[in-house]
C-alpha cells in the first residue's frame, strides 16, 4: 500500500476516535466502510481460508443438527416400530377377543335354548303330576265325604239303636219292676191276711208316692246320665202330672237331665219308655232347638223345662223307680 493512502486511514482514524460520537448513524456508516476496506486489503487468501472455515463450521453445525435429526428420526422409527409391533399384537388380541366372545355368545344361545327347552319339559312335566295329584285329591275327597257320610249314617243308626233299645230296657225295667211289686203284694197279701207292705227307698232316693227318686250330686252327659240310671235298676224321671213336678221342683237350685228327648224324630218329644208327651211344662219360648243340636231335655232350677244339647255335662240327673211293695 501506499503510504499517502496508509496515513489518510490513520489519520481519517484517529480522527475518528479523537472526536465524539454525534449519532449512531454516521459511526455505523464509517465502520461498514472500515470493514470493507479492510476486506479490500487483506489478502485474497486469507479470506478464502476464512470462508473455509466458515463453511465448515457452517458444514459442522449442520453436520451436528443432520446426525441429531437423523438419531432422532432412528428413534421416532423405533417408537413407530414399536408401536406397530405392539398395534398388531393388540389387533391380534382383540380378534382373539371377539372369537372367544362369539363363542361364548354362542354357547350362551345354545345354553338358553338348551334351558328354555328343558324348563318347558320340566313346566309339562309338572303340570301333568300337578294334573295327576288333583284327581287324586279330588277322589281321595271324594271318598271321604262318602266315608264321612256312611260314618254319619252308621251313627245315626247307632243312636236310634241305642236309643231303642233304651227304651225297651226301660220298659222291660218297668214291667219287672211292676211285676216284681205285684208278687210282693201278692206274697205280702198272702202272708198277713191281705196287708199291703212296700220296700223303703234305697239309701239317697226319696220317695212320692209309689216311686222312689234319685238326685245326683255330679254332672254327666246326657246319654251317660241314662245309661247310669239303667245300672241303678231306674231310668231317667218320667214325669206325669203337676203333684209329680211340684215334688221335683224342690230341689238344691240345679238343673238337672229329664227322661225326654226328640232323637228320633225332630220336634216330636216321646219319654224313654216310648210314651207319648202328655203333661208338659216348658219354659217361655221352649222347646226351640236352637243352631239345631238340641235334642235332649233338662229341668231348669226353676222346675220349667228346656230343650239342651245332648253332648252338655253341666247338668245334674234324676232316676226314678217303682217302690218294690
Given amino acids: 500500500m501506499e503510504q499517502v493512502g496508509y ?23 464509517g465502520s461498514r466502510l472500515l470493514l470493507m476496506g479492510c476486506w479490500a486489503t487483506l489478502p485474497r487468501y486469507l479470506v478464502m ?16 443438527k443432520g446426525s441429531e435429526t437423523s438419531m432422532e428420526l432412528g428413534l421416532l422409527q423405533e417408537e413407530q416400530n414399536r408401536l406397530s409391533t405392539n398395534g398388531s399384537e393388540m389387533l391380534e388380541q382383540l380378534e382373539t377377543i371377539k372369537k372367544k366372545l362369539e363363542t361364548m355368545g354362542s354357547q350362551q ?84 191276711g191281705n196287708a199291703s207292705s212296700c220296700q223303703p227307698c234305697p239309701p239317697g232316693w226319696r220317695k212320692f208316692e209309689d ?10 252327659l246326657w246319654q251317660e246320665a241314662k245309661d247310669h240310671c239303667i245300672e241303678q235298676g231306674a231310668h231317667l224321671v218320667i214325669i206325669n202330672n203337676q203333684q209329680e213336678q211340684n215334688f221335683l221342683t224342690q230341689n238344691d237350685g240345679k238343673g238337672y237331665w229329664i227322661g225326654l228327648t226328640d232323637m228320633d224324630t225332630e ?31 233338662m229341668m231348669l232350677t226353676t222346675g220349667r223345662w228346656n230343650d239342651f244339647r245332648c253332648t252338655s255335662d253341666s247338668d245334674n240327673w234324676i232316676c226314678e223307680k217303682k217302690q218294690i211293695c
Fill in 267 to 297: 220336634g216330636t218329644h216321646q219319654w224313654i219308655d216310648g210314651t207319648d208327651l202328655i203333661f208338659t211344662y216348658w219354659n217361655t219360648g221352649e222347646p226351640n232347638d236352637s243352631r239345631g243340636v238340641e235334642d235332649c231335655v
Fill in 109 to 192: 344361545q345354545e345354553s338358553k335354548q338348551k334351558l328354555e327347552a328343558l324348563s318347558t319339559q320340566q313346566l309339562e312335566t309338572i303340570k301333568r303330576k300337578l294334573e295327576v295329584l288333583g284327581s287324586q285329591h279330588l277322589e281321595i275327597k271324594s271318598q271321604a265325604s262318602a266315608r264321612s257320610e256312611a260314618l254319619r249314617r252308621l251313627q245315626d243308626e247307632q243312636f236310634r239303636l241305642s236309643t231303642r233299645v233304651t227304651k225297651e230296657l226301660a220298659q222291660s225295667g218297668k214291667a219287672l219292676e211292676d211285676l216284681r211289686g205285684e208278687m210282693f203284694r201278692v206274697v205280702s197279701a198272702s202272708q198277713s
Fill in 211 to 220: 216311686s222312689c227318686y234319685f238326685f245326683s250330686v255330679t254332672t254327666l
Fill in 49 to 64: 481460508a476464512v470462508t473455509l472455515v466458515l463453511w465448515g463450521s457452517l458444514l459442522s453445525v449442520m453436520l451436528a
Fill in 7 to 29: 496515513r489518510e486511514w490513520k489519520d481519517t482514524d484517529q480522527f475518528s476516535l479523537a472526536e465524539p460520537r454525534s449519532s449512531s448513524n454516521s459511526w455505523t456508516g
